[in-house]
């Protein structure tokens, strides 16, 4: 029959392997956190990524886009100036037009980004 000692001696080894037990769990979901973590920010970071490589192609485009539509405009009423001028306030137009619905389009954004990130959950699971 074991005496007071080895009972205690018993508990304690027991409550030792429990709380060892406890925080490798711990130490683990941390860890799992962090990668779960890490995945989403580089995920995030990519999509960002790609999105800044196809916005800056648009804009290149769309620069040589409006730079041609100003020549042609100057040679249709004659006057390169009055080309460059009607593009520039037309510019000024559209730069009006998306700071005037600046709410709306942050919205828009906020809004597709989490629809990416509950589909990458979803994807997860």
């Known amino acids: 029959m074991p005496n ?17 037990e406890l925080l490798s769990y711990i130490n683990k979901r941390i860890r799992l956190f962090k990668l779960d973590a890490y995945e989403k920010a580089s995920m995030s970071a990519s999509i960002l990524g790609y999105g800044l490589i196809v916005a800056s192609i648009v804009s290149f485009a769309l620069f040589f886009i409006l730079l041609g539509l100003a020549f042609l ?6 006057s390169q100036a009055a080309g460059f001028g009607i593009i520039a306030l037309f510019s000024l137009f559209l730069l009006l037009v998306v700071f005037i619905f600046r709410g709306k389009i942050k919205n828009a954004i906020l809004s597709g980004t989490i629809k990416i990130i ?3 959950e979803t994807d997860e699971k």
């Open 73 to 78: 405009i100057g040679e249709i009423l004659g």
């Open 118 to 120: 509950r589909k990458m």
């Open 4 to 20: 007071n000692s080895e009972k205690d001696h018993n508990l304690s080894s027991l409550l030792d392997d429990t709380r060892l």
